[in-house]
T-cell receptor, first 113, second 115 residues
């Protein structure tokens, strides 16, 4: 079964600074990987996804993520954070032969002025 | 835009009550899901359905049941609510085919408190 670990529970970053959120997955074959964002009081929204091909994936809101098979990682990055990026971020992994999507515990991002 | 609507944003129920959480999607999606979200645990899958009247257990189905009589509607049922079911419940849907062929579209969530 697949699983996801997000090592950082909470990250605080200054507005305009760069952001990197870590995600490690466990899965025997090639995983399908996702990053979702949940703003306060809202449902989850897809930021980006990786199925195959180029290991650097671009998403919405200026986010990108890089798939590194050797490290079993799919870290999310943004070069310059805006106050509106304060939210909870979830990494998720899926498999080609399974309906289920497994989510990490989430990382809460606080943006300070 | 795809819209997933959860009818109740906030509910307060008493232990032992029967609770219905309703979810409706308007994009003719085949797959629908119920997740539970708890701090530090992320999202855990309770049940999912890939077709009308079809359902499969997720990772934490105990204490829950589901109903899907129409394609657009997926209900989560707590037969006898308990305090450990106090949580945020998220409904999601996705297009035909396996989940990983596309994204999950989520509702805004239903926050249930069981006293």
């Amino acid at each position: 079964a697949q699983s996801v670990t997000q090592p950082d529970i909470h990250i605080t970053v200054s507005e305009g600074a760069s952001l990197e959120l870590r995600c490690n997955y466990s899965y025997g074959a090639t995983p399908y990987l996702f990053w979702y964002v949940q703003s306060p009081g809202q449902g989850l929204q897809l930021l980006l996804k990786y199925f195959s091909g180029d290991t650097l994936v671009q998403g919405i809101k200026g986010f990108e993520a890089e798939f590194k098979r050797s490290q079993s990682s799919f870290n999310l990055r943004k070069p310059s954070v805006h106050w509106s990026d304060a939210a909870e971020y979830f990494c998720a992994v899926g498999a080609s032969n399974d309906y289920k999507l497994s989510f990490g515990a989430g990382t809460t991002v606080t943006v300070r002025a | 835009d795809v819209k997933v609507t959860q009818s109740s944003r906030y509910l307060v129920k008493r232990t032992g009550e029967k609770v219905f959480l309703e979810c409706v999607q308007d994009m003719d999606h085949e797959n629908m899901f119920w997740y539970r979200q708890d701090p530090g645990l992320g999202l855990r899958l309770i049940y999912f359905s890939y077709d009308v009247k079809m359902k499969e257990k997720g990772d934490i189905p105990e204490g829950y049941s589901v109903s899907r009589e129409k394609k657009e509607r997926f209900s989560l049922i707590l037969e006898s609510a308990s305090t450990n079911q106090t949580s945020m419940y998220l409904c999601a849907s996705s297009q035909e085919g396996r989940i990983n062929t596309g994204e999950l579209f989520f509702g805004e969530g239903s926050r249930l408190t069981v006293l």
